[in-house]
């Protein structure tokens, strides 16, 4: 399966924030889309970073509570890592494992097309599954 295949099954919305956005604003944002990580961008339109739930906890710890007036910028991951839509979702598991990340942006033609995040791929392979159950009990009740 592809990347667009799951982006076809579960939409294109992408929360997104500025780097200049307050982590304070930033966790309001996670908890009103119910996501765990959103992604950065920059005023003119490119990914800038990601910022995750784990960026903030592991922020804090280190600098206390005075994190939560600045700016995204200073906790997002800068590095980010991407897919396309053509890649399969076996490519992303391989990248996402190696990597250690759970949200990866989807990029086509340098534009963010969508996100995908481990949920999304466990959820894909757990429906692959269970479909091949099924095919399986099928052809063993015919047998």
């Known amino acids: 399966m592809r990347i667009a295949d799951l982006l076809r099954k579960k939409g294109s ?13 930033l966790l309001a944002g996670l908890a009103e889309n119910n996501v765990g990580a959103m992604v950065v961008v920059s005023p003119e339109g490119s990914i800038a970073g990601i910022v995750s739930e784990r960026d903030v906890v592991r922020r804090l710890n280190e600098h206390g509570p005075g994190l939560l007036d600045g700016p995204v ?32 942006p989807v990029l086509a033609d340098g534009r963010l097309a969508g996100i995908i995040s481990i949920g999304d791929v466990v959820k894909n392979r757990m429906e692959e599954l269970e479909k091949s159950q099924e095919q399986l009990e099928a052809y063993i009740s015919q047998g």
């Open 13 to 25: 919305a992408v929360a997104t924030v500025t780097p200049e956005t307050t982590v304070t604003a």
């Open 73 to 104: 910028s200073e906790i997002m991951t800068k590095l980010v890592a991407s897919c396309s839509p053509d890649d399969s979702v076996d490519q992303l598991s391989v990248l996402m494992t190696q990597r250690r990340i759970r949200h990866v």
